[in-house]
């Protein structure tokens, strides 16, 4: 089981609990004044958590809607077109529980499947992105998704976990997303997800500009 270690987000007004292994990019390049990205530093897992304004767009009448539609902004539109997106819940979206801000949290998984022209690369934040670190032929990038809105805030925080397979980095035969065999890749995912929900803390509710939470 990981160890895992209270994190300060956004200057302290957020903190999470996040594996040890787990250190912020920021110290080595620049990211996103809304955004935090964290990267294993014995694999390739990243957490990425995104602090955007309220979706209430036309087309967006619920929750999930808002969920499906922060996720369509993550993966690429041609990826969607050419099915290399994979959704792999029975029920598509699954609503867990943001224990110290009793909300909801809504959180979905799935795979982009790599084409040749991204060799390389790999899902972060929104978008194919270059990484630094040298490593194998990318197959495939579990996604695992999960939104907290904030009412009070008009916030929508959104959390991206990043879980790339490469070829010779994983046993193909434990994985097999039909069956729900997620593999331990994975599975230890969720886990951190689990433990990101379950800690998730707004310690100062002027980072969005409201005097106080729910």
Do not use: C
Request: aromatic letters at 8%; a negative charge; charged letters at 20%.
């Amino acid at each position: 089981m990981s160890q895992y270690q209270p994190i300060s987000l956004y200057g302290g007004a957020i903190t999470v609990s996040l594996p040890t292994g787990f250190a912020d990019v920021s110290t080595i390049r620049q990211v996103p004044d809304n955004q935090e990205l964290y990267l294993s530093q014995t694999g390739f897992t990243s957490v990425v958590f995104d602090l955007t304004e309220r979706v209430s767009d036309v087309g967006v009448a619920n929750d999930r809607d808002a969920l499906e539609y922060h996720f369509n902004d993550i993966v690429e539109v041609d990826d969607i077109i050419t099915g290399r997106v994979k959704r792999w819940d029975g029920q598509p979206i699954s609503i867990l529980l943001a224990q110290k801000l009793s909300l909801p949290a809504y959180t979905l998984h799935a795979t982009v499947h790599n084409h040749p022209q991204n060799q390389g690369q790999q899902h972060q934040g929104g978008s194919v992105s270059q990484v630094s670190r040298s490593k194998p032929e990318l197959d495939f990038t579990a996604i695992i998704l999960a939104l907290i809105r904030l009412p009070a805030a008009e916030t929508d925080v959104v959390i991206t976990i990043n879980v790339p397979h490469f070829k010779g980095e994983y046993v193909p035969s434990e994985v097999d997303f039909d069956k729900a065999d997620l593999g331990p890749q994975v599975r230890d995912a969720m886990q951190v997800r689990d433990e990101i929900l379950r800690t998730f803390e707004v310690k100062d509710w002027s980072l969005f500009g409201a005097a106080e939470g729910e």
